[in-house]
């Protein structure tokens, strides 16, 4: 596994944590759910992912955005009708969540700043 990201998964909540940790890229984040789904990361029932990016930072322009939604939308197998919370504590990197969002379809996708707002969403 990489040093750039890792996953915890929650079985009392079904809720699957994904940590990422440095400068992340547009690759970064396809290569990493690409590894989950090749080792078998995302076990069955997962009702929610939360996406801790608060160790990292967004290395791609904010037009790129559309590419996160649509990697999703190219594995709504995996995603579909699933919660995906962002966790990001900077100004700069939240707008990628938020333009993320307006393209969900399939699931649903929300900033957030704090661990438990996020875990709050994603649970109710």
Do not use: C
């Not at 037009?63 to 504590?89: L, P, Q, V």
């Amino acid at each position: 596994m990489s040093d750039r990201f890792k996953y915890n998964y929650n079985k009392e909540s079904g809720i699957l944590f994904k940590y990422y940790f440095g400068q992340i890229t547009i690759n970064d984040i396809e290569s990493s759910w690409e590894y989950a789904f090749k080792n078998n990361l995302i076990p069955e029932g997962t009702k929610a992912f939360i996406l801790d990016y608060r160790n990292a930072t967004f290395n791609f322009k904010t037009s790129e955005h559309g590419k996160i939604a649509a990697f999703y939308r190219k594995n709504i197998h995996i995603f579909d009708g699933a919660k995906i919370a962002i966790i990001t504590d900077s100004i700069k990197d939240i707008v990628i969540p938020s333009l993320v969002q307006t393209k969900d379809d399939g699931y649903f996708s929300r900033p957030f700043t704090t661990l438990k707002a996020a875990i709050g969403w994603v649970s109710s």
